[in-house]
C-alpha cells in the first residue's frame, strides 16, 4: 500500500485568495489524483496529475483555477485559485499503486 | 464505468457480521469491483477489490455472484469503529484512475 500525506490538513482563507496544497506520496507512483468532497458530498474528481505533463482536468474543472504541479513521482500541489466561499471543501489527493488508488488525509478548506 | 447502486443506509449490532450489499449489473467482463470507506471527515481508505473470484483479507471479504452483477463487502465481527460511509466502485477496465464515488451506504454499527 500507499502512505499518503497532505499539508496542510485545514485552512481559513479569505474571500479572493489562493491556496497550495502539498501531497507527498512515499512511493513512486505514476498517477497521482485531486478529488473535491464538498459538505455532505461525494468525492468529485478534479484532475489527474501527470508527470512530466500538463494535468488532464475532468469536466465543469479548469487550469486557471486549480493549477495543479506533478514535479516527481512522488509529489504534487494543487492551487486552489481566487477562493469564494463556494470553494470551501475538503481537498483529496490520492496516488495510483498496483491498480488501487490510496488516498490521503485531505485538507479541510474553509472560505470566508 | 459501470453504475454501481447501494442502499443508502445499514445498521449493524456491534459483534456481528455486516453484510453490505451493491449492484453493478452493467459491469464488463473485465472490470473490476472496489470497496473503500471513509470515516468521518477522514481520506477514503482502500478495503477489498476482486474481479470475479471471492476475496478475503484482514479487514473484509468480498463475495461477488457467479453473474457478477451485484456484490456483497462483509465485515465479519463489525465494531463501533467500522461506522463510516462504504462506496462500491467499479472502474473501467485499465483505467482503474477512473473511481467514480457515489453516495454509498452510510453504515452505523450500534453498541
Redesign the interface.
Known sequence: ?AV?SQKPSRDICQRGTSLTIQCQVDSQVT?M?W?RQQPGQ????IA?ANQGSEATYESGFVIDKFPISRPNLTFSTLTVSNMSPEDSS?Y?C?A?LA????????T?LTVL | DAKTTQPPSMDCAEGRAANLPCNHSTISGNEYVYWYRQIHSQGPQYIIHGLKNNETNEMASLIITEDRKSSTLILPHATLRDTAVYYCIAPRYYNNNDMRFGAGTRLTVKP
Open positions: 500500500s499518503i498517477m489524483f478529488y461525494s468525492l468529485t474528481l489527474t475538503i483529496l490520492s495510483l491498480d488501487t488508488q490510496y488516498f490521503g488525509p485531505g479541510r
